[in-house]
C-alpha cells in the first residue's frame, strides 16, 4: 500500500521544504521506498536541500509531459538507496501541473510500489497547493508558532477538508497532523512564543512533532544535506521522532524546555 | 506601579496573540462550508448599517447555523450605547 503525504502550511517559509525532505530522509533510513516530489513549479528548492541540484534532468512537467519516463525523472538519493526525488520544473507556466497528470504520475508510483509519497507544498491555496493536497491520504501541517502562520494553517485545513480527493468520495477524509517547527522554548517560557498546547487547543488538531529553531538547519541546507541526518542536532533528533510517531509509535514530545544551561553560561551567554 | 514591577511585567503577548487567533479561526470556522458569498454580505450589509449608525465593524456577526433538515444564517448588529443614557 502506497501512502500520499502532503507537507502543506498555507504561509510561505515556514519549513515545508525542510520538513518534506527531513521526513523522506527518516523514512527511508527506515527502510520505506519513498519518492519526495516538489509541487512548487518555478521555484523549485527541494533539489537543493537535498543536494541532488546538479543531477536534475528531467522535472515533474517532463514526466506530464511525456518528454521522460517517471524513472528517468526519478533521482535516487546518493545516501539512502530507497530513497528518490523528482524535482520541480522551473517552468513559468503555472498550468503546467494538470490535475489528470499529476493523478497518472501518483499512479505510476502506486503500480511501482513506493512505500510513501511525499508531495512537498507550494505557499498559498492557489493551483499548486490544491494539487499538491489533491490526492493525499494524510497531511502533515507545517506551522510556526506565530498568529499568520496557525491563521492560514486554520485554512489550509478546511481545503483539506472539502477539496480533496478523499473528502468528495467518502474515504473518512485525509488524516491531518500537526508539526510545529521554529520552536524556540526559552521565548515560550517568557510568554514571548505560543506554546505547543496554545496552536493545539486553536486547531484542534494531534501533534505529529515539535522542532526546535536550530541553527543546524541553515547549515544543511548550505550542504545539501538534510538535517535529519545530522547527528549531533535536537532538529534531527525531533525529525527522527515525528518519523516514529507517523509510523504509528507513541512518543512523548521532547525539546519542549530550553535545555539548562550552567550559572556561569547563563551569567556570560546572554 | 512601581518602577521595577514595570520592568518586570512584560505583556504576555503569547497570551494576547492565542485570543486573537481563537476568535478569528472560530469566526472562519463558522462560515466555512457556508455560501461563498458571506463575506460580501457581511460587507456589503455594514455599508447600509453604517449609513444609519455608526457601528464597529466587529459588532456585526453572521453566523450560518446548520440544524437537521434547514440552515438559518443568523445576523445580529451590537448598537453603540446612547450617550446619557
Ligand atoms: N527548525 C528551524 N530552525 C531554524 N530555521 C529553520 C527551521 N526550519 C526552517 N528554517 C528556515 O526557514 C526557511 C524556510 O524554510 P523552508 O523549509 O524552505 O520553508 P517553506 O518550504 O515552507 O517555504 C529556511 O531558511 C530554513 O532554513
Ligand atoms: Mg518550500
Not at chain 1, 521506498?33 to 533539489?47: E, K, P, Q, S
Request: with cysteine.
Amino acid at each position: 500500500m502506497t501512502e500520499i503525504i502532503v507537507v502543506t502550511s498555507g504561509k510561505g517559509g515556514v519549513g515545508k521544504t525542510t520538513t518534506s525532505a527531513s521526513m523522506a530522509c527518516g523514512l527511508a533510513r527506515r527502510g520505506k521506498r519513498v519518492a519526495v516530489i516538489d509541487f512548487d513549479i518555478g521555484l523549485r528548492n527541494l533539489d537543493l536541500i537535498m543536494g541532488c541540484e546538479r543531477r536534475v534532468v528531467y522535472d515533474f512537467v517532463n514526466v506530464i509531459n511525456g518528454d521522460c519516463t517517471l524513472k528517468q525523472a526519478l533521482i535516487k538519493d546518493k545516501r539512502l538507496e530507497t530513497l528518490h526525488v523528482l524535482a520541480a520544473s522551473q517552468t513559468r507556466d503555472k498550468d503546467a501541473l494538470t490535475e489528470e497528470g499529476v493523478r497518472r504520475v501518483l499512479d505510476e508510483l502506486i503500480a511501482e510500489a513506493f512505500d510513501y509519497v511525499i508531495c512537498d507544498s507550494p505557499a498559498g491555496i492557489e493551483k499548486g497547493a490544491h494539487l499538491a493536497m489533491y490526492f493525499a491520504d494524510r497531511a502533515v501541517v507545517v506551522v510556526n508558532p506565530e498568529v499568520s502562520s496557525v491563521r492560514d494553517s486554520d485554512r489550509i485545513l478546511g481545503l483539506l477538508a472539502s477539496k480533496t480527493q478523499r473528502s468528495s468520495n467518502g474515504n473518512g477524509g485525509v488524516k491531518e497532523h500537526l508539526l510545529l517547527t521554529r520552536y524556540n522554548p526559552r521565548r515560550v517560557a517568557s510568554g514571548e512564543m505560543m506554546s505547543v498546547g496554545d496552536v493545539k487547543e486553536i486547531l484542534g488538531l494531534d501533534v505529529i512533532g515539535v522542532i526546535p529553531e536550530s541553527p543546524d538547519v541553515l547549515a544543511a541546507s548550505n550542504a545539501g544535506v538534510p538535517v535529519i541526518l545530522n547527528e549531533e542536532s535536537d532538529a534531527a533528533a525531533a525529525y527522527g521522532d515525528a518519523v516514529s510517531r507517523l509510523l504509528g509509535e507513541e512518543l512523548p514530545l521532547r525539546f519542549l524546555e530550553e535545555p539548562k544551561r550552567g550559572f556561569f553560561a547563563r551569567l556570560f551567554g546572554g | 506601579m512601581g518602577l521595577l514591577a514595570l520592568f518586570r511585567s512584560k505583556p504576555n503577548s503569547a497570551s494576547i496573540a492565542k485570543e486573537r487567533l481563537r476568535i478569528i479561526v472560530a469566526q472562519e470556522r463558522g462560515g466555512r462550508g457556508g455560501p461563498d458569498y458571506l463575506p460580501l454580505l457581511r460587507r456589503e450589509l455594514l455599508q447600509v448599517i453604517h449609513k444609519y449608525v455608526n457601528v464597529d465593524p466587529e459588532a456585526v456577526q453572521i453566523n450560518l447555523e446548520r440544524e437537521a433538515g434547514h440552515e438559518v444564517l443568523e445576523f445580529s448588529v451590537a448598537l453603540p450605547e446612547k450617550p446619557g443614557e
